[in-house]
Protein backbone atom coordinates (compact mmCIF):
# COMPACT_ATOMS: atom_id res chain seq x y z
CA UNK A 1 0.00 0.00 0.00
CA UNK A 2 1.10 3.54 -0.80
CA UNK A 3 1.60 5.90 1.54
CA UNK A 4 0.65 9.08 0.55
CA UNK A 5 3.35 11.76 1.31
CA UNK A 6 2.86 14.60 3.74
CA UNK A 7 3.71 17.77 2.78
CA UNK A 8 4.69 20.35 6.08
CA UNK A 9 4.55 23.67 5.79
CA UNK A 10 4.13 24.37 9.39
CA UNK A 11 7.45 25.37 9.78
CA UNK A 12 11.32 24.59 8.92
CA UNK A 13 11.97 23.36 12.39
CA UNK A 14 10.33 20.11 11.35
CA UNK A 15 13.09 19.09 8.86
CA UNK A 16 14.91 15.99 9.11
CA UNK A 17 18.83 15.00 9.06
CA UNK A 18 19.90 14.27 5.72
CA UNK A 19 21.75 11.05 5.46
CA UNK A 20 25.06 13.14 5.04
CA UNK A 21 24.28 14.80 8.17
CA UNK A 22 23.46 11.64 9.69
CA UNK A 23 26.86 10.28 8.58
CA UNK A 24 28.67 13.61 10.19
CA UNK A 25 27.25 13.70 13.45
CA UNK A 26 27.80 9.74 13.61
CA UNK A 27 31.50 10.43 13.10
CA UNK A 28 32.11 13.44 15.45
CA UNK A 29 34.81 13.73 17.41
CA UNK A 30 33.45 14.55 21.01
CA UNK A 31 35.26 15.62 24.73
CA UNK A 32 33.46 17.38 27.60
CA UNK A 33 31.91 20.51 26.56
CA UNK A 34 31.73 21.57 30.41
CA UNK A 35 35.73 21.55 30.00
CA UNK A 36 35.19 23.50 27.18
CA UNK A 37 37.24 20.08 25.59
CA UNK A 38 34.53 18.78 23.07
CA UNK A 39 36.95 19.69 19.57
CA UNK A 40 33.32 19.72 17.11
CA UNK A 41 31.81 22.26 19.50
CA UNK A 42 34.78 24.56 19.85
CA UNK A 43 34.93 24.26 15.94
CA UNK A 44 31.23 25.16 15.35
CA UNK A 45 31.50 28.16 17.89
CA UNK A 46 34.56 29.29 16.32
CA UNK A 47 32.86 29.07 12.99
CA UNK A 48 30.08 30.72 14.02
CA UNK A 49 31.94 34.15 15.63
CA UNK A 50 33.89 34.49 12.42
CA UNK A 51 31.05 34.32 10.30
CA UNK A 52 28.97 36.47 12.45
CA UNK A 53 31.82 39.09 12.95
CA UNK A 54 31.75 38.26 16.71
CA UNK A 55 34.71 37.39 19.45
CA UNK A 56 32.95 34.67 20.41
CA UNK A 57 29.84 32.32 20.59
CA UNK A 58 28.11 29.82 22.73
CA UNK A 59 26.13 27.12 21.43
CA UNK A 60 23.02 26.46 23.35
CA UNK A 61 20.06 23.97 22.85
CA UNK A 62 17.95 26.45 21.71
CA UNK A 63 16.89 29.91 20.14
CA UNK A 64 15.02 30.84 23.07
CA UNK A 65 17.81 30.24 24.92
CA UNK A 66 20.10 32.32 23.41
CA UNK A 67 17.53 35.23 23.41
CA UNK A 68 17.01 35.14 27.01
CA UNK A 69 21.00 35.07 27.86
CA UNK A 70 21.14 37.61 25.50
CA UNK A 71 18.68 39.76 28.02
CA UNK A 72 20.00 38.43 30.77
CA UNK A 73 23.80 39.29 30.21
CA UNK A 74 22.95 43.11 29.24
CA UNK A 75 19.87 44.41 31.78
CA UNK A 76 19.26 44.40 35.32
CA UNK A 77 15.68 43.90 37.03
CA UNK A 78 13.24 46.52 36.43
CA UNK A 79 15.18 47.71 32.92
CA UNK A 80 12.85 47.78 30.22
CA UNK A 81 14.22 46.57 26.36
CA UNK A 82 12.39 47.81 22.85
CA UNK A 83 11.23 44.94 20.95
CA UNK A 84 9.39 44.81 17.45
CA UNK A 85 5.69 43.36 16.97
CA UNK A 86 5.18 39.87 17.79
CA UNK A 87 8.84 39.60 18.25
CA UNK A 88 9.50 35.96 19.34
CA UNK A 89 11.06 36.76 22.55
CA UNK A 90 7.81 38.98 23.67
CA UNK A 91 5.17 36.47 22.00
CA UNK A 92 6.72 33.13 21.95
CA UNK A 93 9.11 32.28 24.74
CA UNK A 94 6.92 31.70 27.62
CA UNK A 95 7.16 35.30 29.09
CA UNK A 96 10.96 34.47 29.39
CA UNK A 97 12.23 37.97 29.80
CA UNK A 98 9.83 39.12 32.99
CA UNK A 99 10.55 35.69 34.45
CA UNK A 100 14.28 35.18 34.03
CA UNK A 101 15.47 38.92 34.29
CA UNK A 102 12.71 40.75 35.62
CA UNK A 103 12.50 42.90 33.28
CA UNK A 104 9.44 44.86 30.91
CA UNK A 105 9.13 44.96 27.17
CA UNK A 106 7.56 47.96 25.10
CA UNK A 107 6.41 46.46 21.82
CA UNK A 108 6.95 49.09 19.00
CA UNK A 109 4.43 49.65 16.28
CA UNK A 110 5.36 48.47 12.80
CA UNK A 111 4.92 44.79 10.82
CA UNK A 112 8.29 43.53 13.02
CA UNK A 113 10.07 45.80 11.73
CA UNK A 114 9.85 49.56 12.92
CA UNK A 115 12.41 53.16 13.20
CA UNK A 116 14.52 54.85 14.62
CA UNK A 117 11.94 57.56 15.41
CA UNK A 118 9.61 54.44 17.12
CA UNK A 119 12.95 53.83 19.47
CA UNK A 120 13.52 57.56 20.03
CA UNK A 121 9.16 58.07 21.21
CA UNK A 122 9.22 55.27 22.88
CA UNK A 123 12.88 55.47 24.85
CA UNK A 124 12.65 55.94 28.76
CA UNK A 125 15.02 57.58 30.65
CA UNK A 126 16.85 56.67 34.18
CA UNK A 127 13.87 58.65 36.01
CA UNK A 128 12.44 57.39 39.32
CA UNK A 129 9.11 56.89 37.30
CA UNK A 130 10.36 54.40 34.88
CA UNK A 131 11.78 51.70 34.13
CA UNK A 132 14.88 53.08 31.99
CA UNK A 133 15.33 51.68 28.99
CA UNK A 134 18.60 50.06 28.29
CA UNK A 135 18.22 47.13 25.15
CA UNK A 136 16.77 47.09 21.62
CA UNK A 137 16.01 43.97 19.82
CA UNK A 138 15.52 43.38 16.22
CA UNK A 139 14.48 40.23 14.60
CA UNK A 140 15.76 39.38 11.69
CA UNK A 141 14.35 37.21 9.77
CA UNK A 142 10.53 38.34 11.10
CA UNK A 143 9.03 34.92 12.39
CA UNK A 144 5.08 36.09 12.22
CA UNK A 145 5.07 38.84 9.42
CA UNK A 146 6.40 36.59 6.75
CA UNK A 147 9.86 35.93 7.10
CA UNK A 148 10.33 39.63 6.03
CA UNK A 149 14.25 41.11 6.27
CA UNK A 150 15.12 44.78 7.26
CA UNK A 151 16.79 47.19 5.05
CA UNK A 152 19.99 47.50 5.78
CA UNK A 153 19.78 51.31 5.68
CA UNK A 154 17.11 51.64 8.02
CA UNK A 155 18.53 48.95 10.41
CA UNK A 156 21.28 51.11 10.61
CA UNK A 157 19.38 54.14 11.59
CA UNK A 158 17.86 52.24 14.22
CA UNK A 159 21.29 51.29 15.88
CA UNK A 160 22.81 54.41 15.35
CA UNK A 161 19.66 56.09 17.40
CA UNK A 162 20.25 53.31 19.81
CA UNK A 163 23.80 54.60 20.20
CA UNK A 164 22.91 57.83 21.06
CA UNK A 165 20.63 56.89 23.27
CA UNK A 166 23.48 54.40 25.35
CA UNK A 167 21.56 51.44 24.78
CA UNK A 168 22.84 47.81 24.03
CA UNK A 169 21.67 46.26 20.76
CA UNK A 170 20.24 42.56 20.40
CA UNK A 171 19.67 40.99 17.31
CA UNK A 172 17.66 37.60 17.39
CA UNK A 173 19.00 36.55 13.75
CA UNK A 174 17.24 33.19 14.10
CA UNK A 175 16.86 33.01 10.00
CA UNK A 176 19.47 35.52 9.50
CA UNK A 177 20.93 32.54 6.97
CA UNK A 178 17.40 33.62 4.89
CA UNK A 179 18.58 37.03 4.69
CA UNK A 180 21.85 37.01 3.85
CA UNK A 181 20.88 34.89 0.94
CA UNK A 182 17.79 37.43 0.19
CA UNK A 183 20.30 40.15 0.42
CA UNK A 184 22.89 38.49 -0.77
CA UNK A 185 25.38 39.82 1.52
CA UNK A 186 27.68 38.21 4.09
CA UNK A 187 26.57 37.34 7.51
CA UNK A 188 28.38 39.72 9.27
CA UNK A 189 27.03 42.86 6.83
CA UNK A 190 23.73 42.06 8.51
CA UNK A 191 25.27 41.76 12.29
CA UNK A 192 27.48 44.39 12.37
CA UNK A 193 27.00 47.00 15.25
CA UNK A 194 24.66 44.54 17.17
CA UNK A 195 26.44 43.78 20.99
CA UNK A 196 24.94 40.19 20.72
CA UNK A 197 23.50 38.14 18.18
CA UNK A 198 21.73 34.42 18.36
CA UNK A 199 21.38 32.13 15.22
CA UNK A 200 19.47 28.82 14.81
CA UNK A 201 20.73 26.28 13.33
CA UNK A 202 17.50 23.90 13.17
CA UNK A 203 15.17 26.08 11.04
CA UNK A 204 16.24 26.80 7.80
CA UNK A 205 19.80 24.94 8.01
CA UNK A 206 18.26 21.44 8.72
CA UNK A 207 20.47 20.53 11.70
CA UNK A 208 18.16 18.84 14.27
CA UNK A 209 19.36 20.69 17.57
CA UNK A 210 20.91 24.15 18.59
CA UNK A 211 21.21 27.49 18.60
CA UNK A 212 24.52 30.31 19.12
CA UNK A 213 24.45 33.39 20.66
CA UNK A 214 27.79 35.18 19.90
CA UNK A 215 29.12 38.31 21.58
CA UNK A 216 31.85 40.26 22.45
CA UNK A 217 34.60 38.31 24.59
CA UNK A 218 33.22 40.06 28.08
CA UNK A 219 29.36 39.37 27.32
CA UNK A 220 30.69 36.07 26.40
CA UNK A 221 32.13 35.51 29.47
CA UNK A 222 28.35 36.22 31.39
CA UNK A 223 26.66 34.06 28.79
CA UNK A 224 28.63 31.23 29.88
CA UNK A 225 27.89 31.28 33.26
CA UNK A 226 23.94 31.97 32.30
CA UNK A 227 23.99 28.88 30.20
CA UNK A 228 25.21 27.17 33.61
CA UNK A 229 22.07 28.71 35.38
CA UNK A 230 19.41 27.84 33.29
CA UNK A 231 21.09 24.35 33.25
CA UNK A 232 22.07 24.60 29.65
CA UNK A 233 25.87 23.16 29.77
CA UNK A 234 26.08 19.87 27.97
CA UNK A 235 28.67 17.26 27.80
CA UNK A 236 29.64 15.26 24.86
CA UNK A 237 27.70 18.02 22.29
CA UNK A 238 29.92 17.70 19.73
CA UNK A 239 27.34 14.86 18.25
CA UNK A 240 24.87 17.16 17.69
CA UNK A 241 27.32 19.85 16.90
CA UNK A 242 28.35 17.75 14.34
CA UNK A 243 24.64 18.58 12.68
CA UNK A 244 24.94 21.85 13.07
CA UNK A 245 28.56 22.13 11.22
CA UNK A 246 27.42 19.85 8.24
CA UNK A 247 24.18 22.75 7.68
CA UNK A 248 26.58 25.39 7.66
CA UNK A 249 28.65 24.33 5.15
CA UNK A 250 26.13 22.35 3.11
CA UNK A 251 22.59 24.02 3.31
CA UNK A 252 23.35 27.49 3.75
CA UNK A 253 23.53 28.22 -0.31
CA UNK A 254 20.45 25.73 -1.23
CA UNK A 255 18.61 28.14 1.07
CA UNK A 256 17.69 30.24 -1.96
CA UNK A 257 15.75 27.20 -3.13
CA UNK A 258 13.24 27.60 -0.37
CA UNK A 259 13.10 31.26 -1.20
CA UNK A 260 12.02 30.54 -4.87
CA UNK A 261 9.20 27.60 -3.31
CA UNK A 262 7.53 29.98 -1.46
CA UNK A 263 7.33 31.85 -4.14
CA UNK A 264 5.90 29.36 -6.19
CA UNK A 265 3.44 29.00 -3.06
CA UNK A 266 2.72 33.03 -3.01
CA UNK A 267 2.16 33.48 -6.85
CA UNK A 268 0.09 29.87 -6.47
CA UNK A 269 -2.16 31.09 -3.67
CA UNK A 270 -2.88 34.61 -4.86
CA UNK A 271 -4.12 33.50 -7.79
CA UNK A 272 -6.87 31.30 -6.09
CA UNK A 273 -10.46 32.84 -4.74
CA UNK A 274 -10.81 33.82 -1.32
CA UNK A 275 -7.47 34.11 -0.65
CA UNK A 276 -4.92 36.97 -1.07
CA UNK A 277 -1.04 36.93 -0.38
CA UNK A 278 1.36 40.03 -0.20
CA UNK A 279 3.62 38.72 -2.24
CA UNK A 280 5.98 41.85 -2.05
CA UNK A 281 6.87 40.93 1.57
CA UNK A 282 7.57 37.33 0.80
CA UNK A 283 10.95 37.64 0.99
CA UNK A 284 12.34 34.48 2.11
CA UNK A 285 11.11 30.90 3.22
CA UNK A 286 7.72 32.17 4.53
CA UNK A 287 4.39 32.89 2.94
CA UNK A 288 1.55 34.63 4.94
CA UNK A 289 -1.90 33.55 3.31
CA UNK A 290 -5.03 36.23 4.49
CA UNK A 291 -8.26 35.13 3.98
CA UNK A 292 -10.33 37.48 2.19
CA UNK A 293 -13.95 35.44 1.57
CA UNK A 294 -16.61 35.58 4.06
CA UNK A 295 -17.36 32.00 3.62
CA UNK A 296 -13.41 30.27 4.54
CA UNK A 297 -12.17 30.13 7.90
CA UNK A 298 -8.58 29.62 7.93
CA UNK A 299 -9.08 26.63 10.89
CA UNK A 300 -11.35 24.48 8.57
CA UNK A 301 -9.03 25.34 5.64
CA UNK A 302 -6.26 23.80 7.80
CA UNK A 303 -8.03 20.51 9.06
CA UNK A 304 -9.64 20.33 5.13
CA UNK A 305 -5.78 20.53 4.02
CA UNK A 306 -4.67 17.70 6.80
CA UNK A 307 -7.03 15.42 5.26
CA UNK A 308 -4.95 16.02 1.81
CA UNK A 309 -1.68 15.83 3.31
CA UNK A 310 -0.93 19.48 3.37
CA UNK A 311 0.10 20.75 6.84
CA UNK A 312 0.45 24.42 7.80
CA UNK A 313 -0.03 26.46 10.72
CA UNK A 314 -3.49 28.94 11.41
CA UNK A 315 -2.25 32.18 13.75
CA UNK A 316 -6.23 33.50 13.55
CA UNK A 317 -8.61 32.64 11.98
CA UNK A 318 -8.21 34.67 8.96
CA UNK A 319 -4.31 34.34 8.84
CA UNK A 320 -2.45 31.26 7.42
CA UNK A 321 1.27 31.29 7.89
CA UNK A 322 3.10 28.66 5.48
CA UNK A 323 7.20 28.00 5.56
CA UNK A 324 9.32 25.50 2.94
CA UNK A 325 12.25 23.91 3.56
CA UNK A 326 14.73 21.51 2.83
CA UNK A 327 12.31 18.30 2.77
CA UNK A 328 10.10 20.19 0.64
CA UNK A 329 10.07 20.24 -2.95
CA UNK A 330 9.31 22.28 -5.87
CA UNK A 331 6.32 19.95 -6.81
CA UNK A 332 5.28 19.58 -3.28
CA UNK A 333 4.20 23.26 -3.21
CA UNK A 334 2.73 23.00 -7.00
CA UNK A 335 0.64 20.34 -5.34
CA UNK A 336 -0.42 22.09 -1.96
CA UNK A 337 -1.43 25.33 -4.28
CA UNK A 338 -3.35 22.42 -5.88
CA UNK A 339 -5.13 20.92 -3.09
CA UNK A 340 -5.66 24.47 -1.37
CA UNK A 341 -7.12 25.81 -4.41
CA UNK A 342 -9.59 22.86 -4.20
CA UNK A 343 -10.95 23.30 -1.11
CA UNK A 344 -11.52 27.38 -1.45
CA UNK A 345 -13.50 26.36 -4.43
CA UNK A 346 -15.77 23.58 -2.92
CA UNK A 347 -16.18 25.96 0.09
CA UNK A 348 -17.57 29.02 -1.67
CA UNK A 349 -19.33 27.20 -4.55
CA UNK A 350 -21.45 25.53 -1.19
CA UNK A 351 -22.84 28.72 -0.12
Known sequence: ????????????????????????????????????????????????????????????????????IAIKAQTQPGDDILVGQNAHNWMFESGAAGFISSIQLTVLPGDGRFTAEAVKAHYKPD??????????????THNVSGGVTWDRKEMNTVLKMADDLNLSK??????????????????????????????????????????????????????????????????????????GLYAI????????????????LANGFNEIDGISVNIEKTHTNMVILDVIHDTINAYQLESEARKEGVLFLCTSDKRIRLVTHLDVTKEDCEKAVEIVSKICTNTIATV
Open 170 to 243: HLDGARIWNAAIYHDLPLKELTKGFDTVSVCLSKGLGAPVGSLLAGNSETMKKAYRLRRILGGSMRQAGIIAAG
Open 249 to 264: RNHFERLKDDHHNAKI
Open 1 to 68: MKVKKVIDLRSDTVTKPTLAMRQAIANAEVGDDMYREDPTVNELEETVANLLGKDKALYLPTGSMANQ
Open 127 to 140: NVHFAPTTLVSIEN
